[in-house]
């Protein structure tokens, strides 16, 4: 079993729409949690970086992290073209090991006018 | 300000050549790592540097090796190229100044044939 696993999709919606994607992990030394964004060809972004339970909201997107449960998400309100991606998720048990991230599969997007 | 830059973004080898992946960041950060991406599979830590001379292994570090140069750089080499190391590479770095945030670059394709 993988330590981290996310839902390759591909999922496609139409512009407006909300999007819900997730991961789940089973390593309990996982502290903080992260959501990149990767266009084609290009290298993963950060767009939301969260350490505890909870809800954390920028903008159009809301990371949710539930620890008990090991299950993450990432909502994207409005969703637009422009969103159209891949989602890959990360996480890592902080301290000296800040920087090692382990990487779900990707969830790969397509947001349709 | 450049980021994290990668050379080459493309390269062909035959099986047993011998290449070095270069990565330089100039934001001044402590600790760089190397990941590869495949299909399906994330990204995986193949070595990562916590700090100028010290290098450690990752998640998949059969058949690399990896030199921290400098504080800016840190190169990927592979010693016999095998066809399973066709794969997208990427570099990635964070320092204390960057707070939560670990820059990648924008990735090198290679081919083994």
């Known amino acids: 079993q993988k330590e981290v696993e996310q839902d390759p999709g591909p999922l496609s919606v139409p512009e407006g729409a909300i999007v819900s994607l997730n991961c789940t992990y089973s390593?309990?030394?996982?502290?903080?949690f992260m959501w990149y964004r990767q266009y084609s060809r290009k290298g993963p972004e950060l767009l939301m970086y969260t350490y505890s339970s909870g809800n954390k909201e920028d903008g159009r997107f809301t990371a949710q992290v539930d620890k008990s449960s090991k299950y993450i998400s990432l909502f994207i309100r409005d969703s637009q073209p422009s969103d159209s991606a891949t989602y890959l998720c990360?996480?890592?048990?902080?301290?000296?090991?800040?920087?090692?991230?382990?990487f779900g599969q990707g969830t790969i997007l397509t947001v349709h006018p | 300000n450049a980021g994290v830059t990668q050379t080459p973004k493309f390269q062909v080898l035959k099986t047993g050549q011998s290449m070095t992946l270069q990565c330089a960041q100039d934001?001044?950060?402590?600790?760089m790592y190397w990941y590869r991406q495949d299909p399906g599979m994330g990204l995986r830590l193949i070595y990562y540097?916590?700090?100028?001379?010290?290098?450690d292994k990752g998640e998949v570090p059969n058949g690399y090796n990896v030199s921290r140069l400098n504080k800016r750089e840190f190169s990927l080499r592979l010693e016999s190229a095998a066809p399973s190391q066709t794969s997208v590479y990427f570099c990635?770095?964070?320092?204390?100044?960057?707070?939560?945030?670990?820059?990648f670059g924008e990735g090198s394709w290679l081919t083994v044939v």
């Open positions: 990635a770095s964070t320092g204390s100044l960057s707070g939560n945030t670990i820059y």
């Open positions: 934001m001044n950060h402590n600790s």
């Open positions: 990360a996480m890592g048990a902080g301290g000296t090991s800040y920087g090692k991230l382990t």
């Open positions: 390593n309990s030394a996982f502290q903080y």
């Open positions: 540097s916590a700090s100028e001379g010290t290098t």
